[in-house]
Nanobody
Framework: QVQLVESGGGSVQAGGSLILSCAAS?????MGWFRQAPGKEREGVAS????????TYADSVKGRCTISRDTATNTLFLHLNSLKPEDTAMYYC???????????????????WGQGTQVTVSS
């Protein structure tokens, strides 16, 4: 069983930046960030494969965020820039057992999930 612990969420004004971190208790396959706003379905934000580190981004955040991972420390990061009020949500870290995923932004591809960290963006 892999444990995932997110940190780095908070409240910022529109246009601000945040860096989210996710500490994994063990090495995993592909990893991703997801978010869920009240009354909405969980959606994929960004993912990164194992090995080559291939990244995938949702259109809603493309150009405004960067996903990266430190395999030496089993830590996943999400740099969020130019934040908008519509980015407000609970952000979750997720990990898969395999390296490459057919649909990297689909929640069903992931086996392990963190408890989430809240991001709130005010206008």
């Amino acid at each position: 069983q892999v444990q995932l612990v997110e940190s780095g969420g908070g409240s910022v004004q529109a246009g601000g930046s945040l860096i989210l971190s996710c500490a994994a208790s063990a090495y995993t396959g592909g990893m991703g960030w997801f978010r869920q706003a009240p009354g909405k379905e969980r959606e994929g934000v960004a993912s990164i494969s194992d090995g080559a580190g291939t990244t995938t981004y949702a259109d809603s955040v493309k150009g405004r965020c960067t996903i990266s991972r430190d395999t030496a420390t089993n830590t996943l990061f999400l740099h969020l820039n130019s934040l908008k009020p519509e980015d407000t949500a609970m952000y979750y870290c997720a990990a898969a057992r395999v390296s490459r995923l057919f649909d990297p932004l689909a929640p069903g591809q992931y086996v392990y999930w963190g408890q989430g960290t809240q991001v709130t963006v005010s206008s």
